[in-house]
């Protein structure tokens, strides 16, 4: 972890040639009214060919890595060797959050190493245990955790570890600490 001043949470945003769709990211990122909450926010390039980090630079957003090795999984574990929040929210760019309090709401509610925090979503009918955007981690419970250098499943497998290290499973883990309402 860097030496820097810890935040009370990271979020980390791999970004693959988002350069059309990652505004309304940036957008929402920029309006987060933290309170007295401290965020950063880190976009980990994974292999761009496109203008992604210019369009991210362009919105003030200067925390950007490179990640070489291709991959989401990749991407978030460099993302994460660069971030020193007490709390980890893996979020994806062509995502964005509900709400302009998302992140302060979340960090007032967490309470333990995780929280589920429920999604909207056109593509994806039902809540799916593994889609690691949807969970806000403490650094304590995903230290020494990184994602495999594999495609597609890497999250997956991610989440298969942690549930394992809460005492849940893929059939139990709706039973974790969940938000009140969809902020993604």
């Not at 760019?93 to 709401?105: V, Y």
């Not at 499943?153 to 942690?162: C, K, P, Y």
């Not at 499973?169 to 709706?174: Q, R």
Request: charge should be negative.
């Amino acid at each position: 972890m860097p030496t820097l001043l810890q935040r009370d949470i990271s979020v980390i945003i791999p970004v693959f040639n988002l350069e059309k769709y990652i505004q309304p990211m940036l957008d929402c990122l920029k309006r987060q009214d933290l309170g007295d909450c401290t965020a950063e926010f880190i976009f980990v390039l994974n292999n761009c060919t496109d203008k992604s980090e210019e369009v991210i630079r362009a919105n003030g957003f200067d925390q950007i890595y490179n990640c070489t090795e291709q991959g989401c999984g990749c991407a978030r574990n460099t993302g994460y060797e660069e971030s020193c929040g007490k709390y980890i929210w893996f979020m994806d760019g062509d995502d964005w959050l509900l709400s302009k309090t998302a992140i302060k709401d979340v960090l007032d509610t967490i309470d333990g190493p995780i929280l589920r925090v429920p999604y909207i979503s056109n593509l994806y009918t039902g809540q799916y245990f593994s889609m690691v955007w949807q969970y806000v981690f403490s650094r304590e419970l995903i230290d020494d955790l990184r994602f495999r250098k594999i495609q597609p499943g890497e999250d997956d497998a991610f989440m298969l570890e942690v549930f394992e290290r809460i005492g849940l499973n893929a059939e139990t883990y709706l039973s974790m600490p969940t938000y009140g309402q969809p902020l993604y």
